[in-house]
């Protein structure tokens, strides 16, 4: 996809939600704050958050997506480092065609998709997500990842079984527990499901009736939560 290297405020401009003067001034505030244009016109209340992805998908013709319904590999956060997601508030979902689909609250920041492009190697395929939900995405899923390393750290020096502190409520099995149950609640799912393959587990959720894969998990670690599962349960 060629995006267009118009600049957002000018996009707004021409589509008639904020005027000339607006820009003029909020990107005097931008300069001063250093923050992102589309944040400071939202905070100002010149526009909308979803006013602003609404604009951004119908001048550039890039789609909007919302991250709650995607399907996000979760081999994504070992392509991405998470410094960089963070920074430029950016997801990314899958490979496809040999790109990545990276999901933006700012599809022309061309800084951030170059230097993506560059930690990665992959051409990237910007589509639109908005700033609120790139955010839960990246502590969801990194967080995750985070704490399954941890929990595969401890392992390598502790017997789980005879810790303790296990089910302490800081400790990464509960902690990783509450994000398993944490996404079932934000996808309204009915049930999940911890399916043996081989070599991991897939966590799956029921949503609408349709099975979904959200993540696979090492054996060792499903081992540790499981014991922790069965406490939330009861």
Known sequence: MTVS???????LVDSGLIT?????LALMQQRESKS?????LVSNGYITQQQFIEALEFQLGIPHVQLHRQKIDSKMTSLLPQRLAEQHCVMPLRVENGKLVLAMADPLDYFAIDEIRLATGFRVEPVIASRDELNRSINRYYGMQETIDQISQ???LN???????VHDEHSPVVKSVNQIIEQAVLLGASD???DPQEGSYRVRYRVDGVMRTERLLPPTCIMSLLP?????LI
């Open 5 to 11: 290297r118009k600049r957002i405020g000018d996009l």
């Open 20 to 24: 000339a003067g607006q820009l003029e």
């Open 36 to 40: 992102r244009l589309g944040d400071v």
């Open 154 to 156: 401890h392992l390598q």
């Open 159 to 165: 017997d789980m079984n005879d810790d303790p502190s």
């Open 192 to 194: 999940i499901h911890l």
């Open 228 to 232: 922790a599962l069965k406490l939330w």
